[in-house]
């Protein structure tokens, strides 16, 4: 993406040499497969040593991406003017050198200049410059190129308006570039771009964001979209009876009906929100809990029916609050439905991975209603509830983190470990781990008493993680909570603050290890967990 001058390396030569081996037979089977692989082109980013070999080289510094403090070693990258003669000259090179080393090409490069950095002018002149120059660098090194180009910035970056989007795009001779409009499936560029000035493109779908676990989707737009109308009123449904079947092996009517019920909630996300999971669990508030309201309304709680309806709401922007788009008693339903088929489809492995993802789903909504009463009894002063409704949280926590180990799908252990495997000395190994720990925890940089604006990005639902990082964060600032209470005094946000982010870090440190197998019967602890938190309870409805 060209935000960063590098993070977590330097990265060692064995694993540069590890790379390109492995590319040339990525490489080798999508040709036999009939595919066309798409290669990289040069973007204009240049390391700041390039003034040293070119001192007349026009190049600027572009802004800050997510970086704490700006840290130098990370920030901010440079970009070599497009009018400078350099830039085509290194362009034709990248590509010539990419011949040589492959020894053929489809003649599609992917090049993504601002896909999340802002350019330095909003001239359309200048934009115009750039696309042009960027496309001649591939032209220069193959007459056949094709510019693919992500449509990401379009949707990310306000800065991109009509005249600057078209400056970009008509700055390529029609038919040398395609857009994929990344985010179609929610945000569809094409439909308010003219689509995108004419220039061909291609209907995509992000859906997940660092690969986060949670049950969504848009099932319809995603059917639908890409040819803008309904064909048969049925034409999903029947997709999703079938589904079920091809996925489980058999047909069996409960599991189809559960399927029915996930594919008009989890999986029918029509309000437009972008969906990154900020389930309470693996995505902690950190904010003063004096500042979250509880706002007034109508819902039923995970107990009996009151009228009140918690909504976590934040008054910083340092807090996102979780996404709800369904009924959860529906979903619960769901469950229910899922449970009672197990004894027909329990020596199934996609069942049993879809089993604990759903009950891992009810779970963690239900978590997050939870976490809203203990902020309601800490804004009431009242200590004991505190005390005893975090402590079932944590003690939920835990056995969310039992149930995910029970499917291999859910383990923190096969990560890490993939990680050490690439690692030739024990070096390597802390490092390729470290790397590894980081990207699901602190994602970037921090200090002693800031944390990545990035934290939690790449969070995750994965058995080992909640049980020695999700659980004891919480439990730290549950603490603070009690003790602000308990000394009539504020919360130390501060001190909350440096705790938590030492737990990080300490955790991106540690070497200890984590299983790669699961254990557990995934059908017997379900039902356990259904039974004991969710059972014959109303649930929250918004």
Partial sequence: MSNLHGWGGPLPQSWLDQQL???????????ELG?????????????????NVFPSAKITQLGNWFSVKSDPRWCCTYLLDATDPLF????????????????????????????ENTPPVDSPEYISSLGAAIYSGMQSGDSDAVWLMQGWLFSYDPFWRPPQMKALLNSVPLGKLVVLDLFAEVKPIWSTSKQFYGVPYIWCMLHNFAGNI???????????????????????????????????????????????VLYHTVYNCTDGATDKN????????????????VTEGKYQ??????????????????????????????????????????????????????LIDLTRQALAKYANELFLNIIEAYQLNDAHGVFQLSRRFLELVEDMDGLLACHDGFLLGPWLESAKQLAQNEEQEKQYEWNARTQITMWFDNTQEEASLLRDYGNKYWSGL?????GPRAAIYFKYMIESLESG????????????IKLTNDWQNGRNVYPVESNGDALITSQWLYNKYLQGTGVFDH
């Avoid at 900020?278 to 309201?293: E, K, N, Q």
């Avoid at 918690?310 to 449970?339: C, G, M, N, Q």
């Avoid at 946000?493 to 938590?500: A, P």
């Fill in 88 to 115: 085509i000259e290194i362009g034709r090179a990248f590509i010539e050198q990419q011949l040589k080393e492959y020894g053929r090409t489809s003649h599609i490069y992917n090049c993504d200049t601002f896909d």
């Fill in 489 to 500: 005094d504020g919360f130390r946000l501060k001190d909350w603050r440096r705790e938590w």
């Fill in 278 to 293: 900020r389930d309470v669990i693996v995505a902690f508030p950190d904010v003063d809990p004096s500042i979250i309201s």
């Fill in 214 to 260: 949670e049950m969504y989707g848009i099932l319809d737009s995603i059917a639908f979209g890409p040819v803008e109308a309904r064909t048969s009123e049925n034409t999903t449904m029947a997709w999703i009876n079938q589904y079920s079947v091809r996925r489980y092996g058999r047909s069996v009517p409960a599991i189809q009906d559960a399927w029915n």
């Fill in 21 to 31: 081996v492995l590319q040339k037979k990525i490489l080798v089977r999508i040709y």
């Fill in 35 to 51: 595919m066309n692989p798409v290669l990289p082109a040069f973007s204009g980013n240049v390391p700041a040593a390039l003034q």
């Fill in 466 to 470: 909640l049980r020695d990082y999700y």
């Fill in 301 to 354: 709680n995970y107990g009996k029916p009151v009228s009140k309806e918690a909504v976590l709401k934040s008054e910083t922007s340092s807090y996102d609050h979780p996404h709800l788009w369904y009924s959860t008693s529906e979903v619960i339903r769901a469950l229910e439905l899922f449970i009672a088929s197990g004894n027909e489809l329990s020596a199934s492995n996609t069942y049993r991975y879809d």
